[in-house]
């Protein structure tokens, strides 16, 4: 992670519709799925904000990430159990002992996704699962991927492939963030028609209070669909996979 980015998770993390919406959405499948307490790992842990909320919640959480930096502001933040490390390489935990693992937009992060997956899946206890979510649609692979350093955009075949090569099942796949997915394909469609390619580092488009208080509200519509007969389309995936 590109240190900017950790600064500007910090910076919105409480407030911003994308951090908040994605937050909201997560807990409620962890207590739908696999309710605390027990032992949550997270890998990639951006600014430690979303185990600050499972840990609240009850669980035992242990974080994993490759940026010490964001290990030592997790850890400046009250918790414990963060650790340094490679994601790809085996995970410092006991085997079968992990009631939940949470890989928030991560796995398009690695080379070899189904390594992760099978590292990931090691750790679970009977009745665990994992809960991902990943950008989709490779055709909108764009620059704000590259800067982010993504090899990839998913689909669904792409990620049920992963989760079967890994050894695990898909219990069930949705889109999500469907109400944005016009204005990207917008915004996407015009750079590459006048070939804008920018280096700066990548940021959240700032919006007005109003803005993200209706954004906010979408996101909550959609999750009750989410729950219920899924999504069709939208900007990202999100699944839960089980053994």
């Not at 994605?22 to 890998?43: D, M, Q, S």
């Not at 410092?92 to 992990?98: H, K, L, Y």
């Amino acid at each position: 992670m590109d240190p900017a980015h950790l600064t500007e998770l910090i910076e919105l993390e409480d407030n911003y519709w994308w951090h908040v919406s994605k937050r909201k959405l997560v807990t409620e499948i962890l207590t739908r799925e696999f309710p605390a307490p027990g032992l949550l790992i997270e890998g990639g842990i951006g600014s430690a904000r979303n185990l600050l909320e499972f840990n609240r919640m009850g669980y035992d959480v242990v974080g994993f990430d490759l940026m010490e930096a964001a290990v030592e502001y997790g850890r400046s933040r009250g918790l414990d159990q963060l650790h340094v490390h490679e994601l790809s390489q085996p995970w410092p935990v006991d085997p079968e002992s992990a009631k939940a693992v949470l890989l928030l937009d991560v796995m398009e992060h690695v080379e070899d996704p189904v390594q992760l997956l099978t590292n990931a899946a090691e750790t679970l206890e009977p009745g665990g699962g994992i809960i991902i979510t990943v950008p989709a649609y490779p055709w909108l692979y764009s620059d704000w991927d590259r800067k982010l350093g993504h090899f990839c955009r998913y689909t669904k075949a792409r990620f049920r492939d992963n989760a079967q090569q890994a050894g695990l099942k898909v219990k069930w796949v949705t889109h999500w963030n469907s109400f944005t997915l016009a204005p990207a394909i917008l915004a996407r469609g015009k750079d590459r028609l006048f070939n804008k390619r920018d280096d700066s580092p990548p940021r959240f488009n700032r919006v007005s209070r109003f803005t993200n208080s209706c954004l906010m509200s979408c996101a909550k519509l959609e999750r009750t669909l989410i729950h219920s007969t899924g999504v069709p389309f939208g900007l990202s995936l999100v699944g839960v996979l089980i053994k």
